[in-house]
Structures are given as structure tokens and as C-alpha cells.
T-cell receptor, first 112, second 112 residues
Framework: SQKIEQNSEALNIQEGKTATLTCNYT??????LQWYRQDPGRGPVFLLL?????KEKRKERLKVTFDTTLKQSLFHITASQPADSATYLC???????????FGSGTRLLVRP | SAVISQKPSRDICQRGTSLTIQCQVD?????MFWYRQQPGQSLTLIAT?????????ESGFVIDKFPISRPNLTFSTLTVSNLSPEDSSIYLC?????????FGPGTRLLVL
């Protein structure tokens, strides 16, 4: 069956450290993968998109990697801050579809 | 980018009634998406609404329960009919003008 898996346990880290979140998928061949941030009571906000032919993408303190062999994406936040505390969702889109399929998200807590 | 507003932001409804959620976008878009996010869960696509045609529903969602209107390129409504406590959820509309999805703030529904 098709699955997108993100760590359901919250990730708790100290301010200043690098947070690494994982997104694994099975039985999908995505054209690209996206990461979103969601704060309580709000809709998701787009952060980064990485295509199947890209290995890595960066934006300020954010970095995303995409390994289509391992079927995994890693999302890194360097020099983390308490304001980075939120739930982070990965989402896949297949080439043949306009639909985004979301993972269940990982909650990140950054301690001051 | 796109700015999306939703009304109401939250509501408490009695079992058996219906709630209509409005979604307004600040630019013209071809497709609008309606998602449901149950407590602690990820986003599940309910349907895709195109202007001038019937909405396309995902598996497990039917038009009688979730009728959708799309009268123009900036507006859509989702009605959740014959409410039961299982419908308690956050409902989000979304648009996808250029590969990334923009979400409204969501409508939080509690059914008693």
C-alpha cells in the first residue's frame, strides 16, 4: 500500500541546534516533494519544494534533501530558534496528478 | 502567491444540522481544493472544485454529504450536511496557482 511516514513523536531540541525531520514514502513515484509548516489553529504554509531530479535545496536556514532511491526526504533547520516550534508536514505530488498527498507531520519543539 | 480567507473561522453545531463554509481568494484560480484535518491527523483531500463544472470527490467523500459550489474563479463554498460528532474537524480550502499550495486559515467545526 502507499504510505507517507513522518515521525509521530515530537522532536525536542535545544535552541541553536540543527533540527532534522524525516519523511519516508513507499509505493509512490513523486514528481516533487514539498515541506509545509503548520502552527496551531492555522493552515499550512509552504516552505520548500524539491523535484525528483534535485538532491538538495536550501532557503536561508532551511535545507531539504531528496533521495528517490531511499524514498526519503530530510528537512533540516539550522541554528534553530523557539519560533521554529511548529508542526512540519511533507507532501508528495505525482507527475500525473494535481493532487498533493500529505504526511501526518512531525511536531518540533525548540527549547530556549 | 495567494491570500485566502475563510468564514466562519469556527462554529459549534448541533447534530443533524449543516454548516456552509465560504472560501475567498484574492486572485482568480482554476482549481480550489477542500481538505479536512481531523484532530492530530494530517490533511485529507475532500474534493477539487473547478469553476463551471461539478466538483471531483475523493474516495470516501460524497456529494450528498459535502456539496460544493464554485460560482466564479475567486470563491467556493463547502457544505457539511447532516452533521455528526465525527464531522468535528478543521476544514481548509486551498489553491494551487503555481505548484505550491496556499491554504486558508481553516474553519474549526465542533459538532455536539
Amino acid at each position: 500500500s502507499q504510505k507517507i511516514e513522518q515521525n509521530s513523536e515530537a522532536l525536542n531540541i535545544q535552541e541553536g541546534k540543527t533540527a532534522t525531520l524525516t519523511c519516508n514514502y513507499t509505493n509512490y513515484s513523486p514528481a516533487y516533494l514539498q515541506w509545509y509548516r503548520q502552527d496551531p489553529g492555522r493552515g499550512p504554509v509552504f516552505l520548500l519544494l524539491i523535484r525528483e531530479n534535485e538532491k538538495e535545496k536550501r532557503k536561508e536556514r532551511l535545507k531539504v534533501t531528496f533521495d528517490t532511491t531511499l524514498k526519503q526526504s530530510l528537512f533540516h533547520i539550522t541554528a534553530s530558534q523557539p519560533a521554529d516550534s511548529a508542526t512540519y508536514l511533507c507532501a508528495l505530488r505525482m507527475d500525473s496528478s494535481y493532487k498533493l498527498i500529505f504526511g501526518s507531520g512531525t511536531r518540533l519543539l525548540v527549547r530556549p | 502567491s495567494a491570500v485566502i480567507s475563510q468564514k466562519p473561522s469556527r462554529d459549534i453545531c448541533q447534530r443533524g444540522t449543516s454548516l456552509t463554509i465560504q472560501c475567498q481568494v484574492d486572485s482568480q484560480v482554476t482549481m480550489m481544493f477542500w481538505y479536512r484535518q481531523q484532530p492530530g491527523q494530517s490533511l485529507t483531500l475532500i474534493a477539487t472544485a473547478n469553476q463551471g463544472s461539478e466538483a471531483t470527490y475523493e474516495s470516501g467523500f460524497v456529494i450528498d454529504k459535502f456539496p460544493i459550489s464554485r460560482p466564479n474563479l475567486t470563491f467556493s463554498t463547502l457544505t457539511v450536511s447532516n452533521l455528526s460528532p465525527e464531522d468535528s474537524s478543521i476544514y481548509l480550502c486551498s489553491v494551487d496557482p503555481q505548484e505550491t499550495q496556499y491554504f486558508g486559515p481553516g474553519t474549526r467545526l465542533l459538532v455536539l
